[in-house]
């Protein structure tokens, strides 16, 4: 596992109990390649919009019972298995959709509230499914979840601040805006890494207030790992493997001062075993 782009999930580990390791596969793979054609590749905008749409009327040909275009079978006919067999929620699939669809055309956030719904639609869902799959879709339960789900999003953007700042003609910040103007930075200090160079201290205390609020995030979601693990061993330990991951990035940004543009932190091999050992 890594905290980056869909791998920040289980995908078919086998820590997964072995009934589980295809419906999460399906999920993966639909998510994943949706990502990729928002994020990935030279289309142009009317065209990735174009694909993701295709992708919605798909999910809604499963939800009728229709076959969906022979094209996208490979990636839709697994979840029009699940949604048959085990009754799995498309809902959800929807929502990453809609966030997807987002992506194609928004690059700024006004507000840390805009980019927590951004989060609820592009992070949230995939832990309400995996819920579902493990019948454990409570009210707490999907209220923690989502926690851990928005942390492990707003880690992502925090460890990719420079690799968004080179997407698409204008960059893309999560940074939300009000934010930055608070603290006295433009869009350009962000997207030419001018904010961290121009005064390394203060934005060492700008990085600090973002993986702070993170990390709250994940305390409000700690209890989730140990009540899943009643459930299913399994399950329990990976998601606290996950979310022990993604503390860890935040503890690597911490520690080179906030400064993602010459120290992307990744979670290597020692720290993984430390990990897997600590208890």
Known sequence: MAVDHYENFPVASLLLPKQLRAPVAAIYRFARSADDIADEGTAS??????????????LQAITASRPVAPELSPIFEPLAHE??????????CHALL??????????????YAALLDYCARSANPVGQLMLFLFNADTPDNRQESDAI???LQL???????????AKGAEGRIYLPQDELAEWGYSDGDILSGQAQRQDPAKWARFMRFQTQRVADLFAQGQALPARLGKKSWRIGQELRLTVAGGRQILSKIDAVAGDVYRHRPALNWRDWLTLLIRR
Not at 100 to 110: I, W
């Open 98 to 111: 809609s966030a997807f669809m987002q992506d194609v055309h928004q690059t700024r956030y006004a507000t």
């Open 149 to 151: 789900c928005t942390a």
């Open 83 to 92: 949604h048959q067999k085990i009754g799995l929620p498309l809902a959800p």
């Open 155 to 165: 880690t992502n953007h925090w460890q990719d601040i420079a690799i968004d700042a």
């Open 45 to 58: 905008p009317e065209e990735r919009l174009g694909k993701l749409q295709a992708y919605d009327e798909a």
